[in-house]
Each structure stands twice: as structure tokens, then as C-alpha cells.
């Protein structure tokens, strides 16, 4: 129905069936003003999943307010009478979005919605059915940052194959017809969770997937628009991430979290070390936040070489990360999970960090910096006591030299000494950053030099912020006096 202003001056016009062709509401020209119906249009957001579908609701400039609802084809002479269920009110003419929830997978709905003029007047019903997803084959957010966001595909063994990416609106045709670079498959993988760690903050995307059954038929278009968060957002759980000093070995972190993060966990990697347990087919698949949470109470470094983990709960977390294998501009990944107030955990971001580059600049270590006592020597053992002065000692190796080795077989060489140390470091011990250290050895019987009255000295071989390579080592070899077991 239409509501008609009629200026006096047109009235002819208007009894002669021409209003529809004057010019409308063109006062000027002697047109007449047409009030359209009140109407409100309805538009999916995105692809309707396994049990929701969110939907926005756009009304015409004529709308006071508007009424919409869920129900089944059945229920329209409901809705238009106001008796159906869940109905709900829009007192103004503002789009509104709004997402059901709970709907049971596989099942054709309706959504109906109608509009009123600021008389009381109804426009149509506007009406638009949709069938949700089957519970076989699922696509669904698995979390949304501000730079970083992941999808979960979870799906029976019909489906066994998908294709998925992430784009944006505009990309929809060139994703169905497989010409968007960013896409990607797997098959017969049916948990999986897809990982993006490098996007925009405040910008608008869009997932696609689409799957396909053994017998080559395709499922729906799964689409999920979003929006990722603005960067640093305090509308989720998030934090401020800082990298501090670092050397070789050791990598500080200080990760702050916010009022809505109530637990933070960081994990390190020399690059990609674990990537296969992380995002591998066999093992954990992408669920970065089961995963990341169920490691974040074990000793991850005796599990995977190359690994670091830690965790802080209501406070500010600092980490002293630690890379074994002691290389300088050796490249890291560093993750970070934030849990929510509920202390579960909400998303991952990711992060590029490496061992410093070679510093020519830094000063040596030197021998004389070390004081070395032995102590306590009997056929059983002896005590190791090790301390430095010197800020330019960032780390040593120390072990036991043969008093035979040193002063017959290499007559005092300091050079193959050196280098002896370097090539079997680790036989005793290692030390970072640490002034003194105090150490019991145990002695084995069953090796020869061992024997009553034998001589030895405590070697320390020390190196700098550049670690354990030429020009980081020290020039000489730190030596104890000659301790001798008891004859």
C-alpha cells in the first residue's frame, strides 16, 4: 500500500492516472510528493552455519520500526499476526544485525521481518529462507585478533577433500573459480585449523571453503566475513609485546596483558622446529590454542630441541627464552596466547625475532678474570669452585685437563688446548651468566687416568656476547693450580 500526498494543483493529474509519471516531489516543477511503503530487507552475513546464521536487517527511509523473527515456512500468517515466538521490535530505521543461535544443522528456516511508518501502517512482509549446514562438514571461527585470526574445518570422512582462503568481498568469483593465489587444500585431513598471524588490524575479510564428497559433489560456499580488531585493542583479551636484550643463547621478553587477559603464554622456536607437530596432518593440526595451552605446563625444551615455553597468570609475564643450538642472526618464531577472563585461551599471535648479528666490537674475555679452586680431593671426587669478574664473560665451558696432556703430550701449547676445548666442549660443563658456580664431580674408576697420585687441572674456556665461534672465544684457556688425587 502506498501512501499519496496530493497537492491540490494535481488533482487532475492524479484522476487522469498519470501520478506514477509526474515528477515526484518536485515541488518546483508542480510534481507531487510519493511516500513509498515502509520496508525492511534482509541480507545474510556471511554463509548460515551448523547452528546460527547472523542476518542484517537494512529498512527504507518511510520505517518507523520494524519486527523479524525465525521460525519455519509454516509460520508467516503467525509473524504477520504477531503471535510467533522470539519475535523482536526496532524502534528506529537503523540496520541492525542480528545472529540466531542454537538452530539445529541441516535444517531449512525462514527469516521474516516487517515494517510500520511513524503511523502505525505496515508495509510487506519481507521473508528469506535458508537451509543451515550440515553437521558433516563444518566451517567455523576458530579465533579473530587484531593482526591475526583462524578457521576451523571439522568434517566426516564423505568430505574428503576442501579448498579454502582468505581474501576479501571482491574475491568470491576468482575463489570459485580457482584463480585467488591464496588458496589452499587439504584431503583427508578432517580437524584442521587454518592460521593467519599477518593481518591488518581494522580491516574487513572474508574465509572461504568449499568441500567436496568422494562422489566429486561439492558442498555450499562457505563464506565468513569479519572485521579484525583495531591494533592493540582493549576489546579483547590482548597485550603489549616488547623484545628486550638478547645474545646467542638467551632472548628477553615482556609481554603485558590487559584488563580483559587474564593469562599469557609465550612459546619459542628456532624457526619452524616444531612445525610439523604444530601444524602437521598427524599431529596437532593448527589448534594452536589446545595445543599452546596444553603445553604451557611441561618442560617443552626436553621434547623439542630448539623449544621454550612459559606462562604467567594475572601478572606481567617475563621470559628468558633460551636457543640451544647457540648461533648468532639465527631466525626465531615467538607466539603468544592470550586467555580470556574465564582463563581460556582466546588467540595466538606470532611474531619474527633472531639471535643478534656478529658484534666485532665486543670486548674478550680473559683468562685472568677467573679464580678456579678445587677442593675436598679424594679417589671419590672433588669440589669445583669457578668465579669471574669480568662483564665481558658471557658464557664458559670447563672440564678436567690431564696434568700428563698439559705438561708432556702438548708441553704447555695453549692453541691445541684451545682448540681441544672447543671440540669436546660439554664433557663437564657449561655455565651462562653466572659470576660463581660450585660444582661436586664424581670421579668414574673405570677411566684410566684416574689412578692414585695423578695430576689435573680445571680448564675454563670462556667466550662473549658473539657465543661459542671465532671471535667470541677467549685467547687462552683459564687454568687451575694442579690439584693431585691422593695416593
Given at each position: 500500500?502506498?501512501?499519496?500526498?496530493?497537492q491540490?494543483?494535481v488533482l487532475?493529474v492524479a484522476?487522469l492516472?498519470?501520478?506514477?509519471t509526474a515528477?515526484?516531489?518536485?515541488?518546483e516543477?508542480?510534481?507531487?510528493?510519493?511516500?513509498?511503503?515502509p520496508?525492511v530487507?534482509?541480507e545474510?552475513?556471511?554463509?548460515p552455519g551448523?547452528s546460527d546464521?547472523?542476518?542484517?536487517f537494512?529498512?527504507?527511509?518511510?520505517?518507523?520500526k520494524?519486527?523479524?523473527?525465525i521460525?519455519?515456512e509454516?509460520d508467516?500468517?503467525n509473524f504477520?499476526?504477531?503471535d510467533?515466538v522470539?519475535?523482536?521490535t526496532?524502534?528506529?530505521?537503523?540496520e541492525?544485525?542480528?545472529?540466531?543461535?542454537?538452530?539445529?544443522?541441516g535444517?531449512?528456516y525462514v527469516?521474516?521481518?516487517m515494517?510500520?511508518?511513524?503511523d502505525?501502517?505496515?508495509?510487506?512482509?519481507?521473508?528469506?529462507?535458508?537451509?543451515?549446514?550440515?553437521?558433516d562438514?563444518v566451517?567455523e571461527t576458530?579465533?579473530?585478533g587484531?593482526n591475526s585470526a583462524?578457521f576451523?574445518?571439522?568434517n566426516?570422512?564423505?568430505?574428503?577433500?576442501?579448498?579454502?582462503?582468505?581474501?576479501?568481498?571482491a574475491?568470491?568469483?576468482?575463489f570459485l573459480?580457482?584463480?585467488l593465489?591464496s588458496i589452499?587444500?587439504?584431503?583427508?585431513?578432517f580437524?584442521w585449523?587454518e592460521?593467519?598471524?599477518?593481518?591488518?588490524p581494522a580491516?574487513?575479510?572474508?574465509?572461504?571453503?568449499?568441500g567436496?564428497d568422494?562422489s566429486g559433489?561439492?558442498t555450499?560456499?562457505?563464506?565468513?566475513?569479519?572485521?579484525?580488531?583495531?591494533?592493540g585493542?582493549?576489546?579483547?583479551?590482548?597485550?603489549?609485546?616488547?623484545e628486550?636484550?638478547?645474545?646467542?643463547y638467551?632472548q628477553n621478553?615482556?609481554?603485558?596483558?590487559n584488563?580483559?587477559c587474564?593469562?599469557l603464554?609465550?612459546?619459542?622456536?628456532?624457526?619452524g622446529?616444531a612445525?610439523?607437530t604444530?601444524?602437521?596432518?598427524?599431529n596437532?593440526k593448527?589448534l594452536?590454542?589446545?595445543?599452546?595451552?596444553s603445553?604451557k605446563?611441561?618442560?617443552i625444551g626436553?621434547?623439542?630441541t630448539g623449544?621454550y615455553?612459559?606462562?604467567a597468570?594475572?601478572e606481567?609475564?617475563?621470559a628468558?627464552?633460551?636457543?640451544?643450538?647457540?648461533?648468532?642472526?639465527?631466525p626465531?618464531?615467538?607466539y603468544?596466547?592470550?586467555?580470556?577472563e574465564m582463563?581460556?585461551?582466546?588467540?595466538?599471535?606470532k611474531?619474527?625475532?633472531s639471535?643478534?648479528?656478529f658484534?666485532?666490537?665486543?670486548a674478550?674475555?680473559?683468562a685472568?678474570?677467573f679464580?678456579i679452586?678445587v677442593?675436598?680431593?679424594t679417589m671419590e671426587?672433588f669440589?669445583?669452585?669457578?668465579d669471574?669478574?669480568?662483564?665481558n664473560?658471557r658464557?664458559?665451558?670447563?672440564?678436567i685437563?690431564?696434568?700428563?696432556?698439559w705438561d708432556?703430550q702438548?708441553?704447555?701449547?695453549?692453541a691445541t688446548?684451545?682448540?681441544?676445548?672447543?671440540t669436546t666442549?660439554?664433557?663437564l660443563?657449561?655455565?651462562y651468566?653466572?659470576?660463581?658456580?660450585e660444582?661436586?664431580?664424581v670421579i668414574?674408576p673405570?677411566?684410566?687416568?684416574?689412578?692414585?697420585g695423578?695430576?689435573f687441572?680445571?680448564?675454563?674456556?670462556a667466550?662473549?656476547?658473539?657465543?661459542?665461534?671465532?671471535?667470541?672465544?677467549?685467547?687462552?684457556v683459564?687454568l687451575s693450580?694442579p690439584?693431585y688425587l691422593p695416593?
Amino acid at each position: 500500500m502506498k501512501k499519496l500526498l496530493i497537492q491540490p494543483c494535481v488533482l487532475m493529474v492524479a484522476s487522469l492516472g498519470l501520478l506514477l509519471t509526474a515528477c515526484g516531489g518536485d515541488k518546483e516543477a508542480g510534481g507531487v510528493t510519493v511516500i513509498g511503503e515502509p520496508t525492511v530487507s534482509i541480507e545474510f552475513v556471511g554463509t548460515p552455519g551448523v547452528s546460527d546464521v547472523t542476518v542484517k536487517f537494512v529498512p527504507t527511509e518511510e520505517t518507523a520500526k520494524f519486527n523479524y523473527a525465525i521460525g519455519s515456512e509454516q509460520d508467516r500468517e503467525n509473524f504477520e499476526n504477531g503471535d510467533i515466538v522470539g519475535m523482536q521490535t526496532e524502534t528506529s530505521n537503523q540496520e541492525i544485525t542480528h545472529t540466531w543461535n542454537e538452530l539445529e544443522a541441516g535444517e531449512y528456516y525462514v527469516v521474516y521481518a516487517m515494517a510500520y511508518d511513524e503511523d502505525g501502517a505496515a508495509g510487506p512482509v519481507s521473508a528469506h529462507g535458508f537451509k543451515t549446514a550440515s553437521s558433516d562438514f563444518v566451517v567455523e571461527t576458530y579465533y579473530i585478533g587484531d593482526n591475526s585470526a583462524a578457521f576451523r574445518i571439522t568434517n566426516t570422512n564423505d568430505y574428503y577433500t576442501y579448498k579454502y582462503a582468505l581474501g576479501t568481498a571482491a574475491d568470491k568469483e576468482a575463489f570459485l573459480n580457482d584463480e585467488l593465489a591464496s588458496i589452499k587444500t587439504q584431503s583427508e585431513v578432517f580437524d584442521w585449523a587454518e592460521n593467519y598471524f599477518d593481518l591488518e588490524p581494522a580491516t574487513e575479510y572474508v574465509f572461504y571453503c568449499v568441500g567436496q564428497d568422494r562422489s566429486g559433489r561439492d558442498t555450499q560456499l562457505f563464506e565468513i566475513p569479519f572485521t579484525t580488531y583495531a591494533e592493540g585493542s582493549d576489546e579483547i583479551p590482548n597485550f603489549v609485546y616488547t623484545e628486550g636484550a638478547k645474545d646467542f643463547y638467551m632472548q628477553n621478553y615482556t609481554v603485558t596483558p590487559n584488563a580483559l587477559c587474564k593469562q599469557l603464554v609465550l612459546y619459542q622456536q628456532t624457526e619452524g622446529a616444531a612445525d610439523g607437530t604444530i601444524f602437521g596432518v598427524n599431529n596437532w593440526k593448527g589448534l594452536t590454542l589446545e595445543m599452546f595451552d596444553s603445553w604451557k605446563d611441561i618442560n617443552i625444551g626436553a621434547v623439542m630441541t630448539g623449544t621454550y615455553i612459559t606462562s604467567a597468570t594475572n601478572e606481567e609475564l617475563k621470559a628468558e627464552a633460551t636457543t640451544t643450538d647457540l648461533e648468532l642472526e639465527n631466525p626465531l618464531d615467538v607466539y603468544v596466547i592470550a586467555y580470556d577472563e574465564m582463563y581460556k585461551p582466546f588467540l595466538v599471535k606470532k611474531y619474527a625475532n633472531s639471535t643478534p648479528a656478529f658484534n666485532a666490537n665486543a670486548a674478550l674475555p680473559d683468562a685472568s678474570d677467573f679464580t678456579i679452586t678445587v677442593t675436598d680431593v679424594t679417589m671419590e671426587g672433588f669440589n669445583i669452585t669457578i668465579d669471574y669478574t669480568s662483564d665481558n664473560t658471557r658464557a664458559y665451558f670447563y672440564d678436567i685437563v690431564s696434568g700428563d696432556y698439559w705438561d708432556n703430550q702438548i708441553e704447555h701449547d695453549m692453541a691445541t688446548l684451545k682448540n681441544e676445548m672447543i671440540t669436546t666442549y660439554l664433557n663437564l660443563g657449561w655455565c651462562y651468566n653466572r659470576k660463581s658456580i660450585e660444582n661436586n664431580y664424581v670421579i668414574n674408576p673405570s677411566i684410566p687416568d684416574f689412578v692414585a697420585g695423578a695430576k689435573f687441572y680445571i680448564g675454563v674456556l670462556a667466550m662473549n656476547e658473539n657465543g661459542p665461534i671465532e671471535g667470541g672465544w677467549a685467547e687462552e684457556v683459564a687454568l687451575s693450580e694442579p690439584f693431585y688425587l691422593p695416593e
